[in-house]
């Protein structure tokens, strides 16, 4: 299975910038999707934005516009964009190859260790 380490979680103050990494231990070029998660404290985890093999992408309406996510196969790493940052996008970014992905949703699959992300002033 493969193994993710996620990276690029930081303090940042509302309206600014992160860009997080998700570099994966083999070639993703034959993975067809991956994603980001987040969880915040005393909330479940839900999804970010995900990803396909043909560049096809999703977004939560949360953060649709304000965020991007990429992969590069050629490095085994998937990033997310994030701009204009806001409290509420505080959380642990995970990030995910899915098991499956059936009717948007994404089931099981490999998890990273995660990465804070704190949007406060």
């Known amino acids: 299975q493969v193994q993710l380490v996620e990276s690029g979680g930081a303090l940042v103050q509302p309206g600014g910038s992160l860009r997080l990494s998700c570099a994966a231990s083999?070639?993703?070029?034959?993975?067809?999707?991956m994603a980001w998660f987040r969880q915040a404290p005393g909330k479940q985890r839900e999804l970010v934005a995900g990803?396909?093999?043909?560049?096809?992408?999703d977004y939560a309406d949360s953060v649709k516009g304000r965020f991007t996510i990429s992969r590069d196969n050629a490095k085994s790493t998937v990033y997310l964009q994030m701009n204009n940052l806001t409290a509420e996008d505080t959380a642990v970014y995970y990030c995910?190859?899915?098991?499956?992905?059936?009717?948007?949703?994404?089931?099981?699959?490999?998890w990273g260790q995660g990465t804070q992300v704190t949007v406060s002033s």
């Open positions: 083999r070639s993703i070029g034959s993975i067809i999707s």
């Open positions: 990803i396909t093999d043909l560049g096809n992408t």
């Open positions: 995910n190859v899915p098991a499956a992905v059936i009717g948007g949703t994404y089931f099981g699959g490999a």
